[in-house]
């Protein structure tokens, strides 16, 4: 079983043997964003640490805006972080080109990613020029072989973007990342666009990567459902933090930390196209000025007053599950303690406070 480091905890990684492929330490994004002449930092991804394992999938699940992709674009090193370190087998990641035949990332939007003029044997061939790994003779063998991986006849190589369908672009997307050879792909919601009916078809693409080429798995989406469904290990992120993170079943079966709980109790349903809804139930905070303390504190019914003074530090609350949340702290004293606020009195709408805010967004 895989342990990941939740922020500031120093978690060995030792059910797994061996150093995780691909990881985060304590990396942070802050963007600068200016609204006239004011200055702002919006608090996009706050210290997460996190270890991608080969042969595994780790799910990070969150909500709009909670950070997810700009921590696969930190990962992807598309984005330099404010602090913090991305490690490629346990030693600080090489540079651009080295570092990109190796980590590869894959987007949601497959239309957008593959250029409309090319077709598929252009988008394959390209990675595989450019990277000297075929030519001549060699090349279409080569491309036959990664729409076999993917599950498409090498009569796709024929096909342009518009011929193919939204679960056969992202095919074509996952095969051009596969060109590569890379050890790690970084998904980023790669089945959020596609049609309800091809979704499971690509997360058991992926799920055969791993299994069968031993690949190193993020799948970054807000839909903790399909989340348990194909990952190994779940970290759930809120407001820039990882605040949970275990086995994908014991994340979901017995989740600690209630935001998790929350997040459950959207009631995912697979079926659903639209993102589960925790409207009414508050809304993330603006990121501009994180909340004190927890960051969920001003959205949690059990928030106590240590909640909105201290961070939280990670407790393991089960064999490789830890939350970050002052419910598992033992040892507070009675002021610590107290509830913050009436029970019941978190039901009513998202108030102006809660209301989250766009970037460059600044409340006065
Ligand atoms: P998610 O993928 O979970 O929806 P993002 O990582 O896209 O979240 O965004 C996290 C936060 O960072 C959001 O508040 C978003 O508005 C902000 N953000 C993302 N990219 C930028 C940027 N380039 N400049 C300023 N703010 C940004
Ligand atoms: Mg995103």
Redesign the pocket.
Known sequence: MTIIPLDRTRTANGASGGTPVLEARGLTKH?P?HRGARRAV?H?VEDVTLALPQAGITAVV??????????ARLLAQLIKPTAGAVLLDGARAPGRQRYTRQVQLVLQDPFSSLNPVHNTRYHLARPLRLHGLASGANMDTQIAELLERVALSPSFAAKYPHELSGGQRQRVAIARALAMQPRVLLADEPVSMLDVSIRLGVLNLLAGLRDREGLAILY?THDIASARYLADVIAV?YA?QIIESGPAAQVTDAPAHPYTQLLLSAAPDPDRAEPPSLRGRGAPPN?IRPPSGCRFHPRCPFAMTVCANERPVAIEVAPGQASACWLHAKGLTAAQSRPLREPGTLTGPVTEAQRPQ??GEEKR
């Not at 969150?62 to 921590?71: F, H, I, P, R």
């Open positions: 963007f964003v919006v996009a969150g909500e709009s805006g909670s950070g997810k992709s700009t921590l970054v992120m820039g990121l766009g970037p």
